[in-house]
């Protein structure tokens, strides 16, 4: 490997430690959901209630992939992203954003399940 390959791939590894050391912090199961509820609230003032921005998500995959996707099987697949990413890195925005995403989906999956009940 040439010096310029070995200086990148160190700063690209010191870059990942220094985040890694950076993201280990204490948080309680209450911190992560509150900051999920937040989270939440805050997307939606910029994308609209989870229900559409999760229904015209699911219209587009639909479209490409072909089939039937649900608003409650987008949300499980985001979290699903989320849950790769943790694999690789762990950062605390993950966390909240997969909790996020796992909480949209229980409501999806509830009011779609609302007639059957």
Known sequence: MNTA???AASLTASHKETSQMLEVTTINA?????????????RGLDYGHPSDNMQRTAALWSSYLEMPITD??????MALVKIARSMETAKTDTYIDLAAYVAIAGQLHTEENELYV
């Open 5 to 7: 390959k070995l200086q």
């Open 30 to 42: 209450r911190d992560y959901l509150n900051e999920a509820r937040a989270c939440i609230q805050d």
């Open 72 to 77: 409650y099987q987008v949300a499980m697949c």
